[in-house]
């Protein structure tokens, strides 16, 4: 069945220190989304990326999406305590009406 | 800003006894989720709804699970019979397009004993 998957599952950084997040799908997806989860919280929408190849920035996060429309990956610069969180990726399959969410990178920064 | 509200905040039920949760969805959303995230895991699909019936539905949402949008605005999950791995925090979400921002509540904890 479908899956994406998401590595590494746990990171460790230095306040200022950079963190990537890589998700891959089994399959071809239609779109994919990012969510951030703060501990004890529920997910909350980053991005979306639906065109093959597209790279979106948010501040410190940059957005890629795989030319082949399989993979993706979140970049933070200079990690903040801020960001601490668990962070998803959510892949939407052609004619499906469901995200299916990666396993998530946890990440703490320490100060 | 609209949210998405879910009730209750925590449900404690015995294993076999049938569990409502309800979900208040944005106002002018179309497309209705239920998740689940068991405590350190991840987000798992249970089922989407649109247009007054279920339009995904994940091998996890069996016989026992149940969606209703009984009145227009609350969007509900029962499960009619729970066992100890039903255990889990509930997410409702809802968005405005297919495919768009999912908006999630704040989650419903389930612990069945």
């Known amino acids: 069945g479908q899956q994406v998957m998401q590595i590494p599952q746990y990171q460790h950084v230095q306040e200022g220190e950079d963190f990537t997040t890589y998700c891959n799908s089994s399959?071809?997806?239609?779109?994919i989304q990012w969510y951030k989860q703060r501990p004890g919280g529920h997910p909350v929408f980053l991005i979306q990326?639906?065109?093959?190849?597209e790279v979106k920035k948010q501040k410190r996060l940059t957005f890629q999406f795989g030319e082949a429309k399989k993979n993706s990956s979140l970049h933070i610069t200079a990690t903040q305590t801020t960001d601490v969180g668990t962070y998803f990726c959510?892949?939407?399959?052609?004619?499906?009406?469901?995200?299916?969410f990666g396993s998530g990178t946890k990440l703490n920064v320490k100060p | 800003e609209p949210e998405v509200t879910q009730t209750p905040s925590h449900q404690v039920t015995q294993m076999g006894q049938e569990v409502i949760l309800r979900c208040v969805p944005i106002?002018?959303?179309?497309?209705f989720y239920w998740y689940r995230q068991i405590l350190g895991q991840k987000v798992e699909f249970l089922v989407s709804?649109?247009?007054?019936?279920?339009?995904?539905k994940s091998e996890i949402f069996d016989d026992q699970f149940s969606v209703e949008r009984p009145d227009g605005s609350n969007f509900t999950l029962k499960i009619r019979s729970t066992k100890l791995e039903d255990s889990a925090m509930y997410f409702c979400?809802?968005?405005?397009?297919?495919?768009?921002?999912?908006?999630f509540g704040e989650g419903s904890r389930l612990t069945v004993l």
């Open positions: 979400a809802s968005s405005g397009d297919r495919p768009g921002e999912l908006f």
């Open positions: 959510a892949g939407l399959v052609y004619n499906f009406n469901k995200f299916y």
């Open positions: 709804f649109y247009n007054n019936e279920i339009s995904e």
């Open positions: 990326l639906v065109k093959s190849g």
């Open positions: 399959t071809t997806l239609s779109n």
């Open positions: 106002s002018n959303h179309l497309y």
